[in-house]
């Protein structure tokens, strides 16, 4: 016997309205940046400054597919996506990683390369300090609602590399990543642009537009393994998990769970299967009832669970609970679950 409620909870910013603030912050910043980047070039003709122009270009377009997966992911479910559409985000947010890769990481280090081997002299590179200084303000703000955000939802002792590794929604680890390589490149710029104006080399402008590629790269290979995993379906955390079992394990007719897997369809969205232990000479009333009742208490205890199914089994002698199945597990090896 199966069991299965679906509940579709809504709100206004689809789930991630801190982070869709940041990301605004981020674009706004970003589109003002790469203007007077580009100008900047242009007048000195330093190819670390084309490599952030660039750079800014491809942040501002990953911060608009941030924005057009915030409300792709919405859409409601269909025959076909049952689930609904949740994991755009996660789709949108390895995007990100693979433009942020080819667009910045790549094209700058093929920049910096080319002018490592045919080095040019600038010309009024006080254009090139002027708008790094002015874009390392702009970036400073954009960081800085960044880092708002995610306080704002972050958990209390977590590290911001924890959280990154740990967030299940890809948007405000995306802009606090994109951000903080941002505020790097712009010093890097800085030292490549500075040393070229003392020593007159145009070497050390490639040097520093190949070390913003290097740090473009080594970004979005973070972001793409992140994004990946949630794409391939991330369960709940290990302290959802333990509210899980709990709430299963709260009411009186549930004497045990046997196994429990989770599963994020959504940052906000929590699939939830369970096998739960009911006493052998319960009615199927009885059992139907313990079902409810059970998946109420889950919902209240993790509202995020909008999927949930229970399969109400006998425990068998020497059978172990979920928690005993998940301590007592070993790479390698394999459980059998009936």
Same mark, same amino acid.
């Given at each position: 016997?199966? !069991?299965?409620t679906e509940?579709?909870?809504?709100?206004?910013?689809g789930?991630h309205?801190?982070?869709?603030?940041?990301?605004?912050?981020?674009?706004?910043?970003?589109?003002?940046?790469?203007?007077?980047?580009f /100008?900047?070039?242009l007048v000195?003709?330093a190819s670390?400054m $084309?490599?952030?122009?660039?750079?800014?270009?491809a942040?501002?377009?990953n !911060?608009?597919?941030l924005?057009?997966?915030?409300?792709?992911?919405?859409r409601?479910?269909?025959? !076909?996506?049952?689930?609904?559409?949740?994991? &755009?985000r996660f789709?949108?947010?390895?995007l990100?990683a693979v /433009?942020?890769?080819?667009v910045?990481? /790549?094209?700058?280090v +093929?920049?910096?390369v080319?002018?490592?081997?045919?080095p040019?002299?600038l010309t009024?590179?006080?254009?090139?300090f002027?708008v790094?200084?002015?874009?390392?303000v702009?970036e400073?703000?954009?960081l800085?609602?960044?880092?708002?955000?995610?306080?704002a939802?972050?958990?209390a002792g977590?590290? +911001?590399w924890?959280?990154i590794?740990? *967030?299940?929604?890809?948007?405000?680890?995306v802009?606090l990543? %994109?951000?903080?390589?941002?505020l790097t490149?712009?010093v890097?710029?800085?030292?490549?642009?500075?040393l070229t =104006?003392?020593t007159?080399?145009?070497?050390?402008?490639g040097?520093?537009?190949?070390?913003?590629?290097? #740090?473009?790269?080594?970004?979005?290979?973070? $972001?793409?393994?992140?994004?990946?995993?949630?794409?391939?379906?991330e369960a709940?955390?290990?302290?959802v !998990?333990?509210?899980i079992?709990t709430?299963l394990?709260?009411?009186?007719?549930?004497?045990s769970?046997?196994?429990?897997? =989770?599963?994020? $369809?959504a940052?906000?969205e929590l #699939?939830?299967?369970?096998?739960i232990?009911v006493?052998? &000479?319960?009615t *199927? %009333?009885?059992v139907?009832?313990a079902?409810?009742e059970a998946?109420?208490r889950?919902r209240?205890?993790?509202?995020?669970?909008?999927?949930?199914y229970? %399969?109400?089994?006998?425990r068998?002698a020497?059978q172990?609970s979920a928690?005993?199945?998940?301590?007592?597990s070993?790479?390698?090896?394999s459980t059998?679950?009936g």
């Open positions: 016997m199966t !069991q299965q509940a579709t909870t809504e709100n206004a910013d789930g309205g801190g982070s869709a603030r940041a990301i605004v912050a981020a674009l706004l910043a970003n589109l003002g940046i790469a203007v007077a980047k /100008v900047a070039f000195t003709g670390s $084309l490599a952030e122009a660039i750079h800014s270009v942040d501002s377009g !911060q608009v597919l924005l057009i997966c915030g409300r792709t992911s919405k409601r479910p269909t025959a !076909q996506h049952p689930f609904g559409f949740g994991r &755009d789709v949108y947010g390895f990100v /433009v942020l890769f080819s910045g990481g /790549v094209f700058a +093929y920049e910096g080319h002018k490592i081997l045919a040019e002299e009024s590179p006080v254009w090139a002027g790094l200084g002015v874009a390392i702009l400073s703000f954009s800085r609602t960044a880092v708002r955000e995610t306080n939802v972050r958990p977590e590290s +911001y924890a959280f590794r740990n *967030a299940r929604a890809p948007e405000l680890p802009v990543l %994109e951000d903080t390589a941002a490149g712009l890097l710029a800085m030292l490549g642009v500075g =104006t003392a007159g080399d145009g070497v050390y402008d040097l520093g537009t190949v070390a913003i590629g290097v #740090l473009l790269i080594a970004v979005a290979s973070v $972001l793409a393994v992140e994004t990946k995993s949630l794409l391939l379906g709940a955390t290990e302290a !998990q333990r509210d079992r709430a394990e709260g009411g009186e007719h549930v004497e769970v046997i196994h429990l897997r =989770t599963q994020h $369809l940052p906000e #699939l939830v299967a369970a096998k232990a006493r052998h &000479d319960d *199927a %009333e009885a139907a009832r079902i409810d998946e109420a889950i209240a205890a993790v509202p995020i669970a909008t999927v949930i229970l %399969e109400p089994d006998i068998r020497g172990p928690g005993e199945r998940s301590s007592s070993a790479p390698g090896s059998s679950e």
